[in-house]
């Protein structure tokens, strides 16, 4: 067998699989779900398609889209796993083209007018005060 027959095997890649190779999630099973819930979208050449399926195949070339954690994940396929190593090995994989994340001091447009767990609902003063805040 030569090396040419080696790269041809894994030439492509279930979708859930790559993603738990990796190491974007911690199970398979988690990944298939991600997948299945319809939270990613697969670029091969100028088409973007959402991937419905943990089936769907994925190859060099392609680059996916999903959010995770409040945060875009913009990652373009070089190379596809024979199994899933560690960090180090699965960082070859990949390239990373996501925005930087924000700086640990903002806060989330999402948090902004979060309140305190268990304060309960908040008072007519404290939808006065949310109102005139977000008027602003």
Do not use: H
Request: net charge positive; glycine share 6%.
């Amino acid at each position: 067998m030569t090396g040419d027959s080696a790269e041809t095997v894994n030439a492509s890649q279930r979708l859930d699989k790559w993603l738990w190779q990796a190491r974007f999630f911690k199970t398979r099973t988690l990944a298939a779900k991600f997948v299945s819930d319809g939270n990613v979208r697969i670029t091969r050449g100028e088409i973007t398609q959402r991937a419905d399926k943990p089936s769907t195949v994925t190859r060099p070339g392609d680059t996916i889209v999903f959010t995770r954690n409040d945060r875009l994940r913009i990652i373009y396929i070089l190379d596809c796993a024979e199994r899933r190593g560690p960090a180090s090995e699965a960082q070859t994989l990949y390239e990373d083209r996501s925005p930087p994340p924000p700086p640990k001091g903002e806060a989330s447009p999402r948090k902004a007018f979060a309140r305190d767990k268990g304060a309960g609902r908040p008072t007519k003063k404290d939808r006065r005060a949310l109102s005139a805040l977000k008027a602003n």
